[in-house]
C-alpha cells in the first residue's frame, strides 16, 4: 500500500490528535513525493466520505473544509514522504475513518473531491467522545 495513514484513536472533547500519511513504495519517492497533492477526507458512519484538509504539490498551499477551518492544520514533510493532519479541539463531529489520498494530477477546482485522487490509505479511526 503506497499510502499508509496512522494517529487515530479515542481523545475526548477539546484534545488533539495528528494524523500522519506516509508514502513509500515505487509511486512515491522521496524525489517524486513533492509533486504529489495530498489530501485528508473523513468518513462518518453513514455517510459519505468529505473532504477535510489539502495541501498542494510544489508550494504547498492548503486549503480546509469550514469545518475543520482555524482547528485543523495540515503540513508535508517531503523529506520523509509525510503529510500530517494537526486536530485541535475535536468535536463529538469529528469522529469518522480518515483516509489519506494523493494525486500529481490535481487542479484547484477539483481539490476537495474524492475522485480527482488515484492513490488512497487504508484509514485511520478517530473517535472524539467523552
Known amino acids: 500500500v503506497p499510502l499508509q495513514a496512522s494517529g487515530g484513536g479515542l481523545v475526548q472533547p477539546g484534545g488533539s490528535l495528528r494524523l500522519s500519511c506516509a508514502a513509500s513504495g515505487r509511486t512515491f519517492t522521496v524525489r517524486t513525493f513533492s509533486g504529489y497533492t495530498v489530501a485528508w477526507f473523513r468518513q462518518a458512519p453513514g455517510k459519505v466520505r468529505d473532504f477535510v484538509a489539502a495541501i498542494f504539490r510544489s508550494g504547498g498551499k492548503t486549503y480546509y473544509a469550514d469545518s475543520v477551518k482555524g482547528r485543523f492544520s495540515i503540513s508535508r514533510d517531503n523529506a520523509k514522504s509525510t503529510v500530517y493532519l494537526q486536530m485541535n479541539s475535536l468535536k463529538p463531529e469529528d469522529t469518522a475513518v480518515y483516509y489519506c489520498?494523493?494525486?500529481?494530477?490535481?487542479?484547484?477546482?477539483?481539490?476537495?473531491?474524492?475522485?480527482?485522487?488515484?492513490?488512497w490509505g487504508q484509514g485511520t479511526l478517530v473517535t472524539v467522545s467523552s
Open positions: 489520498a494523493a494525486d500529481a494530477g490535481v487542479i484547484l477546482s477539483a481539490l476537495r473531491s474524492r475522485q480527482t485522487y488515484g492513490n
